[in-house]
């Protein structure tokens, strides 16, 4: 049976929650997935903010790539020639001779700790 079109536990809204929290990252800072899945609400899912960030259409404009794994790595080939990795450059993001950025340095800290339903 589908989901009711209002249920805050809809795929579709869910996402919509994840959209929202992205979109909030400024430029030059990061947020890992797990920091965006407790921010939307869905503490303990970072996978699903992956996959909501997967579905994502080209040209979005939810900034998908400051979103980043728990090490501050970039989770899908994240090599040197990356479009992850090049978006990021230009927003003053450096990374370590590992590939990964300090999130001491770049981690985003919001002042609202939650997106409501």
Sequence with gaps: MPAATGNPDSPKSLHRRIHEVVSRIPRGRVATYGQIARLAGIARQPRLVGYALHALPAGTSVPWQRVVNAQGGI?????????????????????DSRG??????????????????
Excluded: H, M, Y
């Design 100 to 117: 990964r950025l300090s999130l001491d340095d770049f981690q985003w800290r919001p002042r609202s700790s939650r997106v409501p339903p």
């Design 75 to 95: 989770s899908t080939s994240g090599g040197p020639d990356s479009v992850q990795r090049k978006l990021l450059e230009r927003e003053g993001i450096r990374f």
